[in-house]
């Protein structure tokens, strides 16, 4: 078996390997562009020897994790967080860190995390476009509400009516103006179709797993939001509790408490920032819908502030959604959820 720790960069990687059977050791950097690391890998296919690669979880990797792949090779994805704890020197160089990893492979302390799969990477893909293009619409529609808002016009929604846009195709305007606003209608023109596909791509998507179609019974809780919990949670068998959810998708406060003293800050925002952004959205669609949820949401804002009951909301809507898959049932108002659902207890008063 060869084991090889893998620091890795977009360019370049540094790597540290050792052969149990025959005790080699070597440390090399290989760059990318010119083929070398690929060609290094390859040479280590034709010895006919076992190999393990280990590395950090990182961006623009998809190419080295397809190749070691297609060679066979045994890839381990690491938790930078959890590695970087280990960590007992203060130096901190490329040469260390692919001595970190391979070290934490031979003592068999290596902290694997669950690598989705690259049908579920690509279909994430479709969400991060369409959102990306949403957003993209948006900026241009408000700098065509900023330009009618500078000739007097505030029609808010109506701006994009087919009578507001005439009456904005009809403002008069200097040159330079003029020709933004003809710019940005082509661009909103153009984009429109796009997302609606992309939209209709989604749905397809939702109804081809029960599991999406279940989450979509949750007030509030569309397509989109119920296909990207499945796709990013991945399988509810790898969360014990409901609250581990929270602690996933970073909608927990972050804490620095100690002498007894509880400090908490803002939420830590550790997990993926698109399925927090459409939790928190689907949450305050949920309010304004249905009756529990509204209540529970002006609750909160009335004790703390609006925004943090937003998040607070979003966090209660992951958890619900776990236990709407993991018990394998539709949303219904008199199930209870939770770790301690259905065990017995005296409240807050004797009996």
């Not at 370049?12 to 090399?28: H, L, M, N, R, S």
């Not at 569309?222 to 609250?243: D, N, Q, Y």
Request: hydrophobic share 40%; net charge positive; aromatic share 10%.
């Amino acid at each position: 078996m060869m084991l090889i720790g893998v620091d890795y960069h977009p360019s370049f990687q540094t790597i540290a390997f050792f052969v149990e059977e025959t005790g080699e050791y070597d440390e090399q950097e290989l760059n990318h562009s010119d083929g070398q690391a690929e060609k290094f890998y390859r040479d280590v296919k034709q010895r006919g020897i076992c190999v393990r690669v280990g590395m950090e979880a990182t961006g623009y990797s998809r190419w080295f994790e397809r190749l070691l792949a297609e060679l066979g090779f045994e890839v381990w994805i690491g938790d930078p967080a959890e590695i970087k704890t280990k960590r007992v020197k203060k130096q901190k160089t490329d040469r260390e860190d692919a001595r970190l990893l391979l070290r934490l492979m031979r003592e068999n302390n290596f902290p694997r995390i669950w690598v989705p799969s690259p049908e579920n990477r690509d279909l994430r893909q479709l969400l991060w476009h369409r959102h990306r293009m949403v957003q993209m619409r948006t900026r241009i529609m408000n700098q065509l509400q900023a330009l009618a808002m500078n000739e007097g016009y505030r029609w808010k929604k109506k701006l994009f009516s087919e009578q507001g846009r005439a009456q904005l195709e009809k403002l008069a305007l200097a040159p330079w103006a003029s020709r933004r606003r003809q710019e940005l209608l082509e661009l909103l023109d153009r984009m429109n179709p796009t997302i609606e596909e992309l939209t209709a791509a989604v749905e397809r998507e939702a109804r081809k797993r029960p599991e999406v179609l279940r989450l979509m019974t949750h007030p509030g809780v569309g397509p989109l939001t119920a296909l990207a919990f499945v796709l990013i949670i991945g399988t509810w068998e790898r969360f014990s509790r409901g609250k581990q959810i929270g602690n996933y998708v970073g909608m927990i406060p972050s804490e620095d408490s100690s002498a007894g003293k509880q400090q908490l800050g803002h939420i830590s925002k550790q997990g993926n920032s698109l399925l927090r952004f459409l939790l928190v959205e689907a949450a305050q669609a949920a309010a304004r819908i249905h009756p529990d949820w509204r209540r529970r949401y002006v609750h909160l804002a009335m004790r703390r502030h609006q925004n943090i009951a937003k998040v607070a909301m979003g966090r209660r809507l992951a958890i619900r959604l776990y236990w709407m898959w993991r018990n394998g049932c539709e949303y219904s108002q008199s199930v209870k959820f939770g770790s301690y659902a259905g065990q017995l207890g005296t409240g807050h008063g004797a009996k």
